[in-house]
């Protein structure tokens, strides 16, 4: 047993398991996300503890330094990028990104939630059907350039977040199951309901056509087809998916290059835009960004003990402190790769590509800095249980 005073030291390694961990997770739940890394309860102390497995067991630190990297690189240097543009390289990333996501998608997740399947279908309606709706308020900030708004309108539209959401709902010992099986539905459904969101909220306010038909079948082509070509050939080839379960890191990595593409583009394309715009413009539009998320946060807790209420009260699916966690943290996120994919797809129907992905990268940001922070809470509060229970 570890003495008291030993202190805990965090591996850096995502595919590192401990055999002890009464919290591990079976891999027939992990899904789309096999590889992700649990942390038992007591080990975790510290925020910045908390933060570092919640960005290292999702890759997110990756995928956040892909992200970041190529906004840099599209200022730094935009030729590069305005040639990929022109050839559109996006779309064929992309399409990678999927493709390599039905590589990596085990199945199985959806049996484990049969218990909760009332929070499931709660969970999906306010990702897909009731979040979107703030999209209409947003639309109502006067700020200049105007893309930084719509970029977040658009962003409040999107299924949730494909890694962070699951991976902070494991290190706070939640439903993860469930968060899995939320996390695939609404990114599959999405397909469908984004672009009926656009439409609707968009096509009057900017006086233009907004091609939903086609944005429609793009998504499909995009997305859908990819992921269900990649989860054939994992199917198909058995070697192949051991070896991909194996190697998450490398597949992992791979996606975040992949969807920093886009993002290079996008900026390389309007970087003489970019430039014009105020520094404290774009803090008023971070600050936006963040105000949207607490605010996804504060109506999912208010939804969640309403419906607990409803059924059953104490006893009802909506009272279990796992299943509250996994949907408040999966409910409350959104996808940046949506919104990457979309934005490409609309051929700068709504404003310039660039000024309407910016705003979303830094939201999608905050939103895991914001909920690893929630975590940390929630896991103070359980270690101060724990020890008042055994005193």
Sequence with gaps: MMKPTQSFRPTMLSGYFPRHNPYFLSN??????????????????????????AIDNSNQGNFDAALISGVVLGFANPTLGCLAHKYSLSKFSTSGIFFISGLKLQGGEFRAVAEAWPAGIFGLASILLLSPFFSSLILQVNLAPREFVTGLAIFSCMPTTLSSGVALTQLV???????????????????????????????????????????????????????????????MLKGLATYIDQNQRFFSILSSILLSLTP????????????????????????MGILVHLTLLGFNIVAIKSMSSGFCGSKSVFSKKENFRALLIVCSQKALLIVVAVVEQLGGALGESGLLVLPCVAAHINQVIIDSLLVNFWLQKDQSYSKKFEA
């Design 28 to 53: 027939k739940y992990n899904g789309l996300f096999h590889g992700l890394v649990l942390v038992s309860t007591p080990t975790v102390r510290t925020l910045p503890l908390t933060i570092i497995h």
């Design 173 to 235: 010992d939640g439903n993860s199951a469930l968060a899995l099986a939320m996390t695939v539905m609404s990114n599959l459904l999405g397909i469908l309901t984004v672009p009926f969101w656009i439409s609707k909220f968009f096509a009057d306010d900017f006086g233009v056509p907004i091609p939903t038909r086609e944005l429609f079948w793009s998504l499909i082509l995009t997305l859908l087809i990819p992921l269900i070509l990649g989860k054939v050939v994992r199917n």
């Design 264 to 287: 290079w583009m996008q900026v390389s394309k309007s970087r003489p835009l970019l430039l014009m715009v105020k520094p404290q413009v774009f803090i008023q539009a971070i600050g």
